[in-house]
T-cell receptor
């Protein structure tokens, strides 16, 4: 089976940088995805890492260390609209089962 | 077009009712998913269809019955639900189910069972 851990809440101010960590235990591993979900909205895809290292997409970057079963999402130049829940997610070894982490609620303060 | 549509947006039903949730995508994706999400919790996978065949049923109670009429449509038939089934039901699609594919989510159906 799979299990993922994330901090439940993170608070930061506008313009700051915040890092949301994710540790995982899986029976197999394809890669680590990140999704954003605003209150009342649907999850939207942010980023994916299959190999070790940093992937950068605009203000958002995601990092993976397969040997440590660890990844993080880095959000730079925070804006109020970044206030949302952020989920890491993995596929299992067979590539079909998809499991979300518990989610981290990010609050961006003025 | 990267849109997944779901109807209805909201649904209130009694425990003896039968209703259906509908999902549609026109991105040519061959995998479609049903998730259940309770407040302040992550989405939980219920069903996966790959090439119109059910490939995963995460031990979901039989009162939930999925149907995939064609590669663009996904239904979830509801019968004799319980109040604890009240949740946001999300449909998603992706190109395939192997490796990494971005999942595109619909806006969800907010279900209340009385």
């Amino acid at each position: 089976g799979q299990s993922l851990e994330q901090p439940s809440e993170v608070t930061a101010v506008e313009g700051a940088i915040v890092q949301i960590n994710c540790t995982y235990q899986t029976s197999g591993f394809y890669g680590l995805s990140w999704y954003q979900q605003h209150d009342g909205g649907a999850p939207t895809f942010l980023s994916y890492n299959a190999l070790d290292g940093l992937e950068e997409t605009g203000r958002f970057s995601s990092f993976l260390s397969r040997s440590d079963s660890y990844g993080y999402l880095l959000l730079q130049e925070l804006q109020m609209k970044d206030s949302a829940s952020y989920f890491c997610a993995v596929r299992d070894n067979y590539g079909q089962n998809f499991v979300f982490g518990p989610g981290t609620r990010l609050s961006v303060l003025p | 077009d990267t849109e997944v549509t779901q109807t209805p947006k909201h649904l209130v039903m009694g425990m003896t009712n039968k209703k259906s949730l509908k999902c549609e995508q026109h991105m040519g994706h061959r995998a479609m998913y049903w998730y259940k999400q309770k407040a302040k919790k992550p989405p939980e996978l219920m069903f996966v269809y790959s090439y119109e065949k059910l490939s995963i049923n995460e031990s979901v109670p039989s009162r939930f019955s999925p149907e995939c009429p064609n590669s663009s449509l996904l239904n979830l038939h509801l019968h004799a639900l319980q109040p604890e089934d009240s949740a946001l039901y999300l449909c998603a699609s992706s190109q395939e189910t192997s490796g990494q594919e971005t999942q595109y989510f619909g806006p969800g159906t907010r279900l209340l069972v009385l």
